[in-house]
């Protein structure tokens, strides 16, 4: 019998005491605490030894940021079908195509269903998870014996829950010694954050999803909600003021389709195209000066560095009118709730920070804050981002710390019953320093979690070749068959979504449930129970006793959270969020008792009382130089290549997504380039062709899209395909680390026909 089936084990154990068996999740089918519903009801329902054959439960979707409420129909206490939940208050009763299949990718071939080690032979060999937790053990204290401590790193996710990652952020950092790990948040969230933080003082999403409904002009800048957040759009399209809706985005894309104003911008000069606008917002007297005296600092500089920033010049070099500016100014200084989106197409840029920043400017000096449908509002990417964000340890000290505050440090400890001692005095290196950090040997074994960094990190072939130069790499996955599996030393199998326990926190700081419904495969765990299996062979399991099982980390997140931002000591537990439908942080024991009730209000945004998180409550103005574009288009690449989300059906990587038959239908399997019909007739290519599209780093084949969307001189390819970071330039934010994957230059010509 595997370890992993044993029928005597627990999840509740302190470590040290126990074999390894007792430390692993129950495999003979029961489940440990499941929160079964009765048909149509958020709350509790009942325990698995007491539920009905048939009944529903409602679980937060692992998708996107969304983080929609899907109803589980389940038999004999497992998932064997879902529908949207009605009543969940982000989603209500909608569901993208993703959320639809979320089950169906559990059943795949593909699916790791145990451990798996190298042999000597280069060949991947099934072992027990006895053998594969000595295995690590002993090879990653090998590496730091042999080349220091700080010569093994992480590279985590915003794909688990919250407790899994501060489980993991802990261990790696406090209980082995890793000082170096980050999260493939990196690639999405890290620009939103240092924006947030230098501009707030607090990494802090003002909004909630109302908003959407409640706004009289939205401003969508680099974002596409129509595909990548559809259900976003949704609520977009239930409001019921006739709102304008204004983008600002290279490409005509489904959104800017349906917009009532859309500034066609040439690629980065979105920065320039804000500052503009600023400058015709405070030329024309459209400043909320009681706001801007009372709640913000910086305006006088302000004014200075847009005052550089003529219409006219920016204007013709951005490709758009005069008049097309003016207009945007003068919406948003007469409209009455105006709130600004942006996520990837900011984020992913070499000077998103002060982009993300320009617009937090415009809401801030016109005082679209704190009020309905009002915010500079980022929309989230991964799933639990957001608790990546806050609780994965990496380059936060736990609860959005600072390992650099003593005061700090001794906080978590206390909380952890740890010595502080153990806790590092210096953040991490950013994922991309961790990067060079293989590549100049400082970096000798890695370890990956749940997610898939060949696929999807910038310049894909370099960092293929550096994996290569590892002494170790393990990989920790759902599957086995990804790109970065495929160099993997040893691979841990992983539970996935439906398949364990936790919390997810999406766009809008809703903490929602993660539900265990179904079984996981084979000998695969969840990265719970994973991180207590390493955690006592590492020998710290006396360290973590209190880390039994998700709901009790979540009881110590709540601790860390206390007097923080994101205080959420006011929940009252896994019950508490289920009946609730999800709850917004912050929501502190001092908000419940001040309100009388357990029961948060659903749809609660920061800053109603012009408070911000600086010692002087007020708001940081941040503005900065424009920085030229790293790699423009020169004679030999004539050509601006973007990158980003293609389709609704799509999902990142494509790990889960390719595994549903349904999806695969709604998306081209082939990778597509989209490219301007006058491009297309001077560079003799016709619709359906085969094209090869070359940067310096790489060359790809795709198929032709003639279409208008994109204008003369530009590229669009879906960022979904394993094709695309071939071909990207290695560069990043100054100030966030975040890499720009939407511009380098490319060219772009006829395949060459083959020789018979």
């Known amino acids: 019998m595997s370890l992993a089936e044993d029928p005597s084990t627990t999840s509740r154990i302190t470590l040290p005491k126990v074999k390894l068996p007792e430390l692993l999740q129950r495999r003979d089918g029961s489940m440990t605490r499941e929160l079964l519903l009765k048909p149509g009801q958020h709350g509790l329902g009942m325990t698995h030894d007491s539920m009905v054959a048939d009944t529903t439960t409602t679980a937060t979707c692992g998708y996107c940021s969304t983080g929609c409420g899907l109803r589980l129909h389940l038999r004999d206490g497992e998932a064997v079908g879902l529908t949207p939940e009605t009543q969940y208050p982000v989603n209500l009763g909608m569901a993208c195509p993703k959320g639809w299949e979320a089950l169906r990718v559990l059943d795949s071939d593909e699916r790791a269903t145990t451990p798996l080690l190298r042999d000597a032979n280069g060949k991947m060999q099934p072992i027990e998870w006895e053998a594969a937790f000595t295995t690590f053990v002993d090879k990653m204290r090998g590496v730091q014996e042999k080349h220091g401590q700080d010569s093994v790193a992480f590279l985590s996710t915003g794909q688990i829950p919250s407790e899994e990652m501060a489980f993991l952020g802990a261990l790696a950092r406090f209980g082995m010694g890793i000082r170096h790990g980050d999260g493939n948040t990196r690639q999405c969230m890290a620009t939103a954050v240092t924006a947030y933080k230098e501009s707030f003082g607090f990494d802090a999403p003002p909004f909630t999803y109302d908003d959407f409904e409640q706004s009289d002009c939205l401003i969508f800048i680099g974002a596409n909600p129509c595909i990548g957040h559809p259900i976003m759009w949704e609520r977009v399209l239930r409001n019921p003021n006739t709102p304008e809706i204004i983008v600002i985005d290279p490409r005509r894309t489904e959104t800017a389709m349906a917009a009532t104003q859309h500034l066609q911008v040439k690629p980065k000069h979105d920065l320039a195209i804000l500052y503009a606008i600023t400058k015709l917002l405070i030329d024309n007297g459209y400043v909320d000066r009681q706001f801007v005296e009372g709640h913000t600092n910086g305006f006088e500089e302000l004014c200075e560095h847009v005052s550089q920033f003529d219409v006219d010049t920016v204007a013709h070099a951005a490709g758009v009118s005069v008049g097309s500016l003016e207009q945007v100014a003068h919406t948003i200084g007469t409209r009455k709730a105006v709130s600004l989106w942006w996520t990837m197409g900011v984020n992913q840029s070499y000077e998103g920070t002060r982009t993300a920043q320009a617009m937090i400017n415009i809401a801030l000096i016109t005082g679209n804050i704190g009020r309905p449908g009002t915010g500079a509002n980022s929309i989230t990417g991964q799933c639990n981002a957001m ?70 990190w910038i310049d894909q072939a370099d960092v293929k070749e550096l994996f290569g130069k590892l002494d170790f790499l393990v990989v920790q996955d759902m599957y086995d068959t990804t790109e970065t599996a495929e160099h993997a030393d040893l691979i841990f199998p992983t539970a996935g979504w439906g398949e364990k326990e936790g919390t997810f926190i999406n766009s809008e700081r ?143 990587t494509q790990t889960r997504t390719k595994q549903s038959p349904v999806l695969g239908m709604l998306y081209p399997q082939e990778a597509y380039v989209e490219i301007n019909p006058v491009d297309a007739d001077e560079w003799e290519i016709v619709h359906g062709d085969t094209v090869t599209i070359e940067s310096r780093r790489g060359k790809i084949e795709a198929n032709a899209c003639v279409t208008a969307t994109v204008r003369r001189g530009q590229a669009f390819i879906p960022m979904h395909y394993a094709e695309t970071n071939q071909l990207t330039l290695s560069h990043f934010d100054p100030h966030s680390g975040q890499p720009s994957y939407k511009d380098c230059a490319v060219r772009i010509t006829p395949k060459a026909p083959q020789s018979k």
């Not at 001794?410 to 153990?422: H, R, T, Y």
């Not at 179904?518 to 390493?534: E, K, M, V, Y």
């Not at 948060?600 to 409550?617: N, S, W």
């Open 387 to 456: 608790g990546s964000r806050l609780w994965s340890g990496t380059t936060n000290l736990l609860g959005h710390h600072s390992f650099a505050s003593e005061q700090d440090r001794q906080k978590v400890a206390d909380v952890l019953g740890f010595d502080s001692e153990c806790i590092p005095t210096t953040s991490s290196w950013r994922y991309d320093r961790i990067i060079e950090g293989v590549r100049n040997g400082e970096i000798k074994a890695l370890w990956v979690i749940a997610t898939n960094p060949a696929h999807s």
């Open 510 to 652: 809703r903490y929602g449930l993660l539900k265990k419904v179904r079984r996981a495969p084979g000998q695969a765990l969840s990265d719970f129970q994973i991180l207590r299996g390493i955690a006592h062979y590492w020998g710290v399991g006396e360290q973590f006793a209190e880390w039994t099982d998700p709901e009790a980390v979540f009881r110590i997140m709540q601790r860390a959270s206390r007097g923080q931002p994101c205080d959420i000591t006011g929940i009252d537990g896994y019950a508490h969020i289920d009946r609730c439908g999800g709850i917004q942080w912050p929501w502190t024991e001092a908000d419940a008792a001040a309100t009388g009730s357990s029961e948060p209000p659903q749809q609660r945004r920061l800053f109603e009382d012009g408070r911000f998180f600086y010692d002087d409550g007020k708001a940081k103005l941040i503005v900065d130089d424009i920085t030229p574009m790293p790699e423009p288009p020169t004679q030999k690449y004539p050509v601006t290549l973007l990158t980003g989300r293609g389709t609704v059906s799509q999902w990142h």
